[in-house]
């Protein structure tokens, strides 16, 4: 079973529902493997507390010049859609920053003078915490392209009954990858305008990619109905809703679970796993 | 000399463009023989990353010594000094007066980039 947590908006509870719902799981004695995709700014470690006992680099293929065997013919540069490699002088540069890796360089180049090589653009943790399996994925400041990175992640080999996704905030690339092949989307989101604005997008594109999906509402009683309302009229299952609570908030900022203040919660995020497993299987 | 100047069109006339990768034109200038060459460098006005680059491999192919704009960026910089052209910063006047002081050797020459990239 794999369940995706993500969100338009960020800095809706992403993080807070999966490393809670993935410790509820644990703590029924499930295998569950939390896998964090915001490898931009990954923060689940600050929840789950993991012992960290295995790290390896996320490499991307760039292309390496042999400037012995190139005429400076410039089809490689020419088939660059992005700009990362040009013929200047007598040399050939490659600009590995703005490089998609998609190798149409080294396919276009009639001397073979282009090999691909790889390059470390960030790193993956692997350890437990709390009882789960935990990843981390970690892009290399100043990088610019993470989904590189996600897709090492997804590709992982994990034999977990139960893994749970954090998705990076957002709808474009990195989302998709970190999504893409789950069976259940979970969207988070909150009561306010710029939160319905945002879950509007993210049904778009679980939708769009056709992926089974409900919502959590965080917060919500915060705002207005507006964001209810939306979902009754798409038919969008509501799959929980959590009330702000100020002691939460405060074992939040602490790191701390949900259910440390409020043991509810423990039973709340196993029903909500219980939930989407029974959609699943149906 | 072959002295390259970016520029928002294609006479001596023509203000200087002060962006290096998304100029419009580029006007090759020979001191030799004093004719100019129109270097269009439309394709890279509207790209999404990587112009300054494009920009420096457009002109290397017209074997230039020296391009006269006001903004490089850390990529097109990079670009310019592996093709060996001198990057000069100037853009407060016309084609033909960034020509004649690059002819006389009074512009300030870049020994670094002098803009982030994706300044704009």
């Known amino acids: 079973m794999k369940i995706a947590i993500a969100s338009g908006k960020g800095g809706t509870g992403k993080t807070t529902i999966a490393t809670n719902m993935a410790v509820a799981i644990a703590r029924e004695g499930r295998d569950v493997t939390y896998i964090d995709c915001d490898v931009e700014e990954p923060n689940g470690h600050i929840f789950l507390k993991p012992k960290i006992r295995e790290q390896y680099d996320a490499t991307v293929l760039v292309p390496h010049v042999d400037l012995n065997k190139c005429t400076l013919c410039g089809d490689c540069s020419a088939a660059c859609e992005f700009n990362a490699i040009?013929?200047?002088?007598?040399?050939?540069?490659?600009?590995?920053?703005?490089?998609?890796?998609?190798?149409?360089?080294?396919?276009?180049?009639?001397e073979n003078a282009i090999v691909d090589i790889p390059r470390t653009i960030g790193h993956i943790s692997h350890g437990d915490g709390m009882g789960v399996q935990f990843y981390e994925g970690r892009l290399n400041v100043g990088e610019a392209i993470s989904p590189p990175v996600t897709k090492a992640l997804r590709r992982l080999d994990t034999d977990s009954e139960v893994l749970i996704i954090d998705a990076p905030p957002g709808t474009s690339c990195p989302v998709i990858e970190a999504i893409s092949g789950t069976d259940y989307v979970i969207l988070v989101t909150e009561p306010t305008p710029f939160g319905l604005n945002d879950l509007k997008l993210a049904v778009g594109m679980v939708q769009e990619i056709g992926l089974p999906h409900g919502v959590v509402i965080n917060r919500s009683d915060i705002g207005d109905g507006k964001t209810e309302e939306f979902?009754?009229?798409?038919?969008?299952?509501?799959?929980?809703?959590?009330?702000?609570?100020?002691?939460?908030?405060?074992?939040?900022?602490r790191g701390e679970m949900m259910s440390d203040v409020n043991s509810e919660y423990e039973r709340r995020f196993w029903e909500l796993y219980c939930s989407i497993a029974e959609k699943v299987s149906s | 000399?072959?002295?390259?100047?970016?520029?928002?069109?294609?006479?001596?006339?023509?203000?200087?463009?002060?962006?290096?990768?998304?100029?419009?034109?580029?006007?090759?200038?020979?001191?030799?023989?004093?004719?100019?060459?129109?270097?269009?460098?439309?394709?890279?006005?509207?790209?999404?990353?990587?112009?300054?680059?494009?920009?420096?491999?457009?002109?290397?192919?017209?074997?230039?010594?020296?391009?006269?704009?006001?903004?490089?960026?850390?990529?097109?910089?990079?670009?310019?000094?592996?093709?060996?052209?001198?990057?000069?910063?100037?853009a407060d006047g016309t084609v033909s007066e960034a020509i004649e002081l690059a002819i006389n050797n009074k512009l300030k020459i870049c020994d670094k980039a002098n803009v982030e990239g994706h300044w704009m």
């Open chain 1, 86 to 110: 040009a013929v200047l002088g007598k040399t050939v540069e490659v600009f590995p920053s703005i490089c998609h890796s998609c190798g149409g360089c080294s396919d276009v180049c009639p």
């Open chain 1, 231 to 253: 979902c009754h009229r798409q038919n969008l299952d509501i799959l929980m809703t959590i009330p702000f609570e100020r002691r939460v908030a405060e074992a939040y900022s």
């Open chain 2, 1 to 90: 000399m072959r002295i390259a100047i970016a520029s928002q069109g294609v006479e001596k006339t023509s203000a200087v463009d002060p962006r290096f990768g998304r100029a419009s034109y580029f006007l090759v200038f020979d001191t030799s023989d004093e004719s100019l060459e129109v270097v269009e460098n439309n394709q890279n006005v509207n790209a999404a990353q990587g112009a300054g680059i494009q920009a420096a491999e457009n002109i290397a192919k017209k074997n230039v010594d020296i391009v006269v704009a006001s903004n490089y960026g850390p990529k097109a910089f990079r670009a310019l000094e592996v093709a060996g052209i001198k990057a000069a910063i100037w």
